[in-house]
């Protein structure tokens, strides 16, 4: 039997993925100009990291913890009486990685002493412009970066409120109520200044573009005046203008993430009920309506996907934290079979291996040539399942079909994640080899794939030079 020296093989990754240049799929990096405005310390960095949704599992005192006007020793010790419940998790795991690598703490916890070492780290960083180009490009060899340009402010505000937690009662119910300029500030338009960094367009305020209240919503985001069109044709209109304007700005994809707040089966469009939204009052529409407004956008945006050659990212699986949809399955993958069957010239990446569904995503891989999975996340999630998701996936799937991204807001955190899915890929590839299914070229070959030139192949237009985007989101 084969005996495989872990170590060896993760620097032969390493090593090799940096000579080839690595393909980030899904990042949600601010600028170097945004992240010093926003000027996070150690605290509200991991308030915008994975690590959080640990956290507050664990219990931790929210209130205590966010209110930005109580001294950090109080902040802190709100954190340190759940953290010993979470260090062993792959999202402290990542965290572990990036903290010590890039921000000098010591020893392998977080601690009253170390917290002050890694806070400075990262305030210091907030105000170095080559702190970006010295993680990405220095330590993780990146060649492209995708990064979600845009969010709308709609979907920020819902996953952030917790007056109404269905969907559908509260575009109903609250989002008339609010105004322009609150939903503004909840509006994310991120600015790409990297070089290597190409923009993935969210497409999600096109769903909830028949509220007049978010016309200037996707005027903003996607350009497009959404108040006029009140019958389905003309929103046909809208929505490829959309899509042939994001192309023309440089866009390499679309992406939706609007699953984690509805279920994913698109059946066939109920065209009637669909223009129902468009021709009524808000008063006179049920969540049925609504839904089958939605399902026609999609299949729209699916068209218009495939006609300007821009492979269509969606989210699967499981949610972040405790918003949006909870129920048993309703983020599998699986439920959007018939819908990818029904546009085949439609590129697919399916985002999040829809977690914990993988098993199913994978039988979909096999069976549809226009999908794609974006493994991002899942690495964090559950790396020990992780391991076990790779084995099957490298022995199932064509290698073509896998892509890696970071999904993360902050560089430091970016890293560990790459650090952290290098490891588990590292395992997954040794236990391959001692099974003699691979040998160590093949395995270094498969690990490239993921990491470095199948994002580039699903992507081609990341590869082209593209025009960057400068926004001045709200503050």
Known sequence: MVTVDRAELNEAIRTTVMKAGLCDVHEHLLSRRQRADRDPGLLEWINSSYLWADLVSAGLDTTAFLDASTPFSQ????????????????????????????????????????????????????????????????????????????????????????????????????????????????TIVRELDLSYARPVVKIDSLFYGWLEAAASENHQLLGVDTSRARDLDGWSGIIETAVRQAAGNGAVGLKNAHNCCRSPVLGPVDRRAAETVLRSRVDQLSPAHIIAFENFVFHEVARCAAQYGLPLQIHTGTTYGAGGLSSARAGSAELLAEFIQSHPQTTFVLMHASWPYWGELEQMAKRYANLHLDLSWAFMLGPTEAIRMMQSMWTSLPASKLLWGGDCYYVEESYGALVQARRVVTEALARLMEMDQINEAEAIDLAVRLFCTNGLKVFPRAVKDARLHAANPPA
Request: hydrophobic share 40%; aromatic share 10%; glycine share 10%.
């Open 75 to 186: 902040r802190w010790s709100a954190l340190e009486e759940v953290l010993p419940a979470v260090r062993h998790t792959g999202y402290m795991e990542v965290c572990r990685r990036a903290w010590g690598d890039l921000c000098g703490m010591e020893g392998r916890h977080l601690d009253a002493r170390s917290a002050g070492v890694v806070d400075a780290a990262i305030r210091q960083h907030n105000r170095d412009q080559a702190f970006s180009d010295a993680v990405l490009v220095g330590r993780c060899g990146v060649r492209r970066v995708l990064v979600d340009y845009q969010v709308g402010g709609t979907a920020v505000h819902f996953f952030g409120q917790t007056e109404e937690r269905d969907w559908y009662r509260y575009l109903l119910c609250v989002r008339p109520k609010l105004s322009e300029g609150l939903i503004g500030k909840y």
